[in-house]
């Protein structure tokens, strides 16, 4: 009696679970050319073959000097052409790159770092809401936005 | 009465009728794609190469983020919006599916956009902010996450997966055909719940069970029975068995009312009901209508009706009235009025009426309330003057009682580097019973002079404060108090500071010749370990310069182990008992709207795992 007892539990409780329960599913592989950082930055460092960030803002004055760009991708096994477009308040373009071909020989990349900029003084000066995209391969992978302010 | 009882019956019926009706929740949105990630942590989605539905068109993009908190929906690289033969594409897409409403951006030689669906007034607003918070990195963080093959959002914004790998920590787990991802400690859904099965040695059997019905965000209805079996317990006076039925409401008619109904019932003959129309008739204009119902034990049931109106009007002034009714004769009245003038002059009316019974007899109070208040705020000094009135029509008894107020807005000298006030406040009673009258009066005069931080050298400096107060009262029973609180902060290296805190207070009676008071006196010292974010530490140590005894002596060490996995431990010595007093140990976990914790308490020697919603 127990032994039935005992099967007629365990043949439910398969049942109830094993609806609901898979252990075979198969995770996604990871997504390649993920994006890990992108912030606007009074400037750059450059340390062990790699570039990082300094001084990370949202508001920036003229008295600031060149605006940087920075983005770090990582998973990265591809030939890429990278790409960023900056955009005035009144939304015109203000700047666009020419396509930097990165990983030409197509091997893993852990990371992948790089930047652009803009030079105020030079360039001129709108007040207001700015925008800056990077494209990797012809297509938007991230944007920031920030304000240059008066002062 | 009888009648009154079956309409609070049908309050409650009306809330079971109500809420079983609501049907089962819509999808908002289907998502399928390459890689579909949730992060249970901070309620975010993360997907790549994915296809949905929005409106009638068929979308597809190579990422899309999702942030459920703040409804914020955002497709981007190379977004394609197909409805039979048209097909418009852009660089991003910015959604709204329970409004409908999009918008498609090109970032070509100028920013172009599109407006998507039935345009609000006004310009279309762009991608927030919040969604640059949400990446892969910080889902791939989370304590759980989970990776989906195909992902649902319901009208409810709850999240229900297909083919799902559950990640703990970052470790995969394990799977699940179908899953309700975003299913919570607090978040329940519709259906029924056995909450609680026990054996206590004071209640007894305990069973709690609870149904809930929702409907997107129109109706609400939980209804709850605690059940308490009794008769298995020894020695036990009161009755056998107890149970509780309680049901809370809630429906949204439209979206200027609502209506909350809510009753309890007790099987000790205890039971009440309550419904309350809510009603925004523009934006200045609120008014709630009530019914409710009590029946205590051993006394007489009460039906009460209920009016409250706000009305909002502006340079006028604001005013709030309310009034309930009982069908005893019972009635209670307020009325608020409120207003600023001439930019400075602020003024306060408050009147209440009451006239209950009561409890026990046949008799009723009745009590007249008022209170009237003008007050003066200007740069240097603020003045106010304050009447309140308390009439008892039944006891015959008034008091009134005038108030003058005149302070002294904190105001800086020497540099800014000491700060004063000071402040004044006078009270007159005047009490009448039947022909009898009596007043008295007192006076409280306080003054505090506190300094900023005064740097002696680069890595030393003090700061301190000095406070006295006298108080005179009409009996002659005059309190005078003193204080000094004293501070020196030494930081020996970069993140290791030296602290030391003094505190002498003193508090004097005087009553014609008589004085009496007493002082008290603290001295601690402080080191503290704070070089990161990473690392906080303390231990600090007190001694009573009066008596000559030290006190007791804190520690408190706090890091972070791995990841977002923090210790922290807290240690209490009792020079006076002579022992460790207390420790306590936590480990802990920050995981974005839930923080995990493993505790230990030395005092009621218990090991704690919470799970805390934040």
Known sequence: MNRIVSLATGLLAIILTGSCVSFKIQPPPDPENQIETLVLCKRVEQREGLIYPGESLVDFKPADGPIHCYVRLKNVSQTIRLKWKWYSPDGHLYRETKEVTVNRDSVYLQAVTAYDQIELEQEGFYEGQWAVVVMVNGQLIGRRTFHLVDG | MNSVRKISCLIVLLGAVLSRGAAAEKILLDLR??????????????????????????????????????????????????????TASGDELFFSPQEERAVLVNYSEDLQIQVIGEAEEGSPSLPLRVVEDVTLSK?????????????????????LGEGVVLYLEGFESVGFKKFKLSSGLKQRTSGFSLDKIWFTKSQGIIVRGSHLIRSGNKVNSLTQVNYEERSVLKNY????RQVDLLNSTSVVLDKDSNLNLAGNYNS??????????????????????????????????????????????????????????????????????????LNNFDFLLNTAYSRVKIAGSDEFSEILTGGLSLAYNSRIFNLSTDYYLNYDLFGSQMLSQPQ??????????????????????????????????????????????????????????FYFNISAEQFLEKENRNFTSGGFIGNVTYEILRGLFLEGFYSHQSRRRTRNWLIEGTTSQDLSALLRLNPSPKLNTWVSVSYDPKNAEWRQSFADISFEIIKKWQFHSLFHYDFILGKLNNVDLYLVREAG????????????KQFVVELIPR
């Open chain 2, 33 to 86: 794609g390459n890689f579909l990630a949730y992060s249970y942590d901070h309620n975010q989605i993360y997907g790549e190469g994915v296809v949905f539905n929005f409106q009638s068109y068929a979308v597809s993009c190579q990422r899309l983020k999702i942030d459920l908190a703040s409804r914020s929906f955002y497709a981007y690289g190379d977004v394609r919006l197909e409805l039979a033969e048209r």
């Open chain 2, 139 to 159: 889902i791939r963080q989370s304590f759980l996450y989970f990776t989906c093959d195909k992902i649902q959002i319901t009208e409810g914004f709850e999240v």
């Open chain 2, 404 to 461: 003058l107020r005149f302070g002294l807005n904190p105001f800086s000298f020497y540099s800014g580097i000491l700060m004063a006030s000071f402040t004044n406040i006078f009270i007159y009673n005047h009490l009448v019973f039947n022909d009898s009258h009596d007043s008295n009066y007192s006076n409280n005069m306080m003054f505090s002079l506190s300094t900023q931080p005064v740097y002696v050298r680069r890595n030393v400096y």
């Open chain 2, 237 to 240: 006076t009161g009755p056998d």
């Open chain 2, 268 to 341: 000790s003959s205890l039971w009440n009901a309550n419904l309350i129309w809510n009603r925004r008739w523009n934006e200045t204009v609120n008014t709630s209508f009530d019914f409710s119902y009590n029946k205590p034990i051993n006394y007489r049931g009460e039906a009460w009706f209920g009016l409250m109106s706000t009305v909002k009007g502006g340079k006028y002034g604001d005013v709030s009235v309310s009034g309930r009714y009982e069908i005893q004769n019972q009635f209670l009245g307020n009325l608020i009025y409120g207003n600023t003038f």
């Open chain 2, 593 to 604: 709207r839930f923080q995990l914790r493993f505790v230990y308490r030395s005092l009621s």
